[in-house]
């Protein structure tokens, strides 16, 4: 979707609702498809006393294996833009701005980069996932095992008679 915002950039207080959705399911990350649903954004271009601000809401749904448990798992995740559009940049780069030189804003290509940017850097199945045994690989979220993980490191163990030797 290419927003037209010349109608925006000449009037002080105009402003545009944005939303749409956008396909993402042939990203992959690591030979997986994490991004099934499609990506849905929505939000507002606006111009407050002469500046032109863009507030966009991406909700995302990232569907993969748990990085503790290795169950296929989704998590939807919000990511918040909240930036100001300029024709130029007037002073150094800013990441706060976004230029349109031509008053027109690619909304899809900004949608897939941000995503892409906000991708989780950890994947839990759920916040206290407690992952596999050590020993028997049994996901211990579905109930405990009967292994003993309490095995002192012999290397431990030395330090422990040294310690308890007074
Ligand atoms: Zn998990
Ligand atoms: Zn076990």
């Known amino acids: 979707m290419i927003l037209d915002l010349r109608r925006i950039f000449a009037n002080e207080g105009a402003?545009?609702?944005?939303?749409?959705?956008?396909?993402?399911?042939?990203v992959d990350i690591l030979g997986g498809f994490p991004l099934k649903k499609?990506?849905?954004?929505?939000?507002?271009?606006y111009n407050k006393s002469s500046v032109v601000f863009l507030n966009l809401?991406?909700?995302?749904?990232?569907?993969?294996?748990?990085?503790?448990?290795?169950?296929?798992?989704?998590?939807?995740?919000?990511?918040?833009?909240?930036?100001?559009?300029?024709?130029?940049?007037q002073r150094q780069e800013s990441d706060t701005i976004i230029v349109v030189p031509d008053m027109r804003l690619e909304v899809d290509e900004l949608v897939y980069s941000e995503v892409i940017l906000n991708l989780p850097s950890k994947h839990l199945c759920r916040e206290d996932c407690k992952g596999l045994c050590q020993k028997c690989g049994k996901?211990?979220?579905?109930?405990?095992?009967?292994?003993?993980?309490?095995?002192?490191?012999?290397?431990?163990?030395k330090l422990r008679n040294l310690l308890n030797n007074d």
């Open 139 to 157: 996901n211990l979220n579905e109930g405990s095992c009967d292994c003993d993980l309490s095995e002192p490191d012999p290397r431990l163990e």
């Open 57 to 89: 809401f991406i909700d995302f749904e990232f569907t993969a294996p748990c990085d503790r448990c290795g169950n296929n798992a989704s998590v939807c995740h919000t990511v918040t833009i909240d930036k100001s559009l300029a024709t130029a940049l």
């Open 38 to 45: 499609p990506v849905k954004y929505h939000g507002s271009v």
């Open 15 to 26: 402003s545009l609702d944005v939303e749409g959705s956008l396909d993402m399911s042939n």
